[in-house]
């Protein structure tokens, strides 16, 4: 074992879930978690339990520490407060900079989990002040993480439990003194401000102050000296909330995010792959639970997929829910963006905060659709489904291609599909291959079909990497993804709105085939073919393909001909019209 992560604890089951839950989403994998609980009265204990932590008794922080070093089987001690949350990376981060600096005590940077300019502005001051005197004397406190060894921890004989304050920087100072101490850059720790709140900043700066005062001697710091300029106190503040099934929200959510997050401060929610997807390029990323469809045979399971969805509710929806109010009381957000995403419609009207819903979903609900008869019982399921997921938000935004009347166009908005740049960037033309990609891959009969054709045909979505005959299995590679389908005559998918709308823009007739019993992809693939973009078939022969290879220079220029697209400004620019409409 390489590292223990030791947190002490006392009625903290607002908080711990949180610190867990980021230690949980760590690539660092090589560690174990001990709680130090002395004797909570709340659910403190049966938390740190489920999470499958090493549970020992605890007391006073010294003693919980001490307690919880001596079951300890790493060689590297981490000590954390329960209520920080760890940043993408912290653990990796924290023991490669520790290792590469040869340092026996250290410290991380903190940030605060608060929207207030005075708070960001006293945690960066603080910081700044750690490292300006970490050559003068070693000191540091608990919410900043202190890392350790466990034979320099043994050597001292852990921290002191005769002392009721200060116990955290004497056991640095005492380490340091006989190791080399620093202020780690690279790892930051998002730390609580419950103290502040609870005491007042006077107070808590005042005893800080205080305390400090008694280890240092010499010229005051004061921020002229520091040179030091101040954050961003004019940025509107966001929870963005992404739906994780699929990848088409996750995909949306990104290039929207990207613009938002450049003049505002955006805290994001997703689920399952979207929060994989969306942990990679954002900081503020916080993995929530979600639903997801139940397919099999190339069809929506919907019995299983109620039955799932019931039995992860009562978890999913505690646990998210309070990691999101925890978040939200922390950020006070001034507007709520949810594409499909079900917990922070909820979160929206527990804290009266203005919701903007953004997705493809609510043509559903929003618009006069004109859908042959035998979809009904499918349909009905399907608008049931998005009006329990989304209730009665400050407005709908839609994105589409295709546009159906509107029941309230004062309330909602369509817009052109959200496009990656990368699609935008893509040079197209008609190479002699057709790309056929299924997020099923239960769709066994289509390969069958496609074999008997002397085409070429690259298949994306079996999980694989082989040659079949005229087929070309990959798996999913998203740069050989996008070459294949500028490069491709023609896509063959199911009713994805993602991957429709992608292969439109880059003028690419498609013919789909949507999964069963998926309204939306039915609905997708319905108006596409209306549009004369390409065809629409329940399921697929041979001479439904050779007639739509057939015909690819007709629905080419009834493409080029009838979609249009912006380049994402609209849509942009009227969330920031929102936001500067709600962010008061």
Known sequence: MKLSIIIPTFNEESYLPHLLESIKRQDFSDYEVIVADAGSKDSTGDIAHEWGCKVVEGGLPSVGRNQGAEAASGEYLLFLDSDVILTRDYLELCLDEFEKRELGIAITQIAPLSDSFLNKITHDLANFF?????????????????????????EVEGFDEDLDFGEDTDYIERIGSISQFKVLRSPKLLVSTRRLQEE????VAFKYAKSTFYQFRGKQITAEDLDYTFGH?????????????GMGHAIRGRVLLNHLTKNNEVHIFASDRAYDYLADHFDNVYEIGGFNTVYEDNTVQNTKT?????????????????????VAKAVKPQVIISDFEFYSNLLSKILRVPLISLDNMHVLTQAELEVPRKYRTDRIAAEGVVRSFIQLPTVYLITSYFYPPLKNSSKTKYFPPVLRDTIME??????????VYQTSASNVRL?????????????????RDERDGNLLFKSFNEDEFFNDLAQARAVISNGGFTLIS???YLGKPVLSVPVKKQFEQILNALYMDRLGYGEFHEDLDRDDIENFLSKLEEYRKNIRLGF?????????????????????
Do not use: W
Not at 200 to 203: I, K, S, T, V
Not at 307 to 325: A, C, T, V
Not at 426 to 435: I, Q
């Open 426 to 435: 893509l040079e197209p033309y008609n190479g002699e291959h057709v790309l």
């Open 306 to 326: 109620f039955i799932k969805g019931m039995k992860d509710l009562p978890g999913d929806l505690k646990n998210s829910l309070r990691l999101m109010y925890s």
């Open 564 to 584: 249009a697209h912006d380049h994402n400004q609209s849509i942009m620019d009227e969330l920031d019209f929102l936001i500067d409409k709600y962010a008061k």
């Open 130 to 154: 750690m490292k300006r005197v970490e050559n003068i004397k070693p000191h540091g406190a608990g919410c900043y993480g202190i890392i350790t060894t466990k034979k320099l921890h043994n």
């Open 233 to 245: 106190p004019d940025q509107k503040r966001i929870l963005y909330s992404v739906c994780g099934e």
């Open 447 to 463: 390969l069958d079909i496609l074999k008997e054709f002397d085409d070429e045909f690259i298949v994306y979505g079996f999980h």
């Open 200 to 203: 007042g900043l006077r107070n």
């Open 502 to 504: 992608e292969a439109l």
